[in-house]
């Protein structure tokens, strides 16, 4: 009858709206699940490259599993008591120049940053450096625009011409025993806001901090001995 067909007809829809739910909640769960393994992959280091940047120092670079040839953060360490990173020019491929490369840790025996060795990592946000550091070279974070926050080593006696030149620092804190600041170190870095010398003799070269047009503070704390 009639009705009967109504009533098988009413009663597969209900069965398809039941399945489909299903369906579509088991999607879900798969989609999630394939979030969550690509989060782990990404955050899972894989070494694809390993050398020498130095007499003394090596590196190490690493990817995420997601984007294998494009290295996310280098490591570099000592193999001897001390030791000087190599120094490139301005144009020349240093073993760091990936704008993928976002962290970088310099390791403790690392007593020199060699001239233009991250130049150009324009996705730079995190670095860490070790005590040990004593000098910065020329253009050695030139250009590195979304490097923000960078803490001075206490012993850092030189800082090379256009060191920190077009990168994002926003503040900038010297100390003694820091004896040089390079030619235009920190020229055209738009969002420097406050830099602060607290240092018994620096020499400072010409047009320091031209071009920093958000630059509001200078300060100098002089410390006298005797």
Do not use: W
Not at 52 to 64: F, M, R
Not at 142 to 161: A, E, V
Not at 164 to 180: M, N, Q
Request: aromatic share 12%; net charge negative; glycine share 6%.
């Amino acid at each position: 009858s009639q009705q009967e067909t109504a009533t098988k007809c009413q009663t597969q829809i209900q069965q398809l709206t039941v399945q489909q739910s299903q369906d579509e909640a088991a999607l879900g769960a798969a989609n999630a699940n394939l979030s969550a393994a690509k989060a782990t992959l990404a955050i899972t280091p894989k070494t694809i490259k390993e050398g020498e940047c130095g007499p003394n120092v090596k590196y190490t670079l690493y990817a995420d599993i997601i984007n294998p040839t494009k290295p996310v953060k280098a490591v570099i360490y000592t193999t001897g008591t001390n030791g000087e990173m190599d120094d490139y020019q301005d144009g020349e491929e240093s073993p760091f120049h990936y704008d993928s490369l976002k962290e970088v840790s310099i390791g403790k025996g690392v007593v020199r940053i060699g001239s233009y060795a991250f130049a150009h990592c324009t996705s730079l946000t995190d670095i860490s450096i070790a005590s040990s550091v004593i000098s910065i070279g020329d253009g050695a974070f030139y250009f590195c625009t979304n490097l923000k926050n960078f803490q001075f080593p206490l012993n850092l006696t030189h800082i090379g011409r256009y060191a920190f030149a077009y990168s994002g620092i926003v503040d900038v804190t010297l100390y003694t025993p820091l004896d040089y600041c390079g030619e235009r170190a920190f020229i055209n870095c738009k969002s420097l806001n406050t830099v602060s010398f607290k240092t018994n003799e620096t020499e400072i070269a010409s047009e320091l901090f031209r071009y920093d047009s958000n630059l509001k503070k200078v300060n100098f704390v002089v410390f006298f001995v005797g």
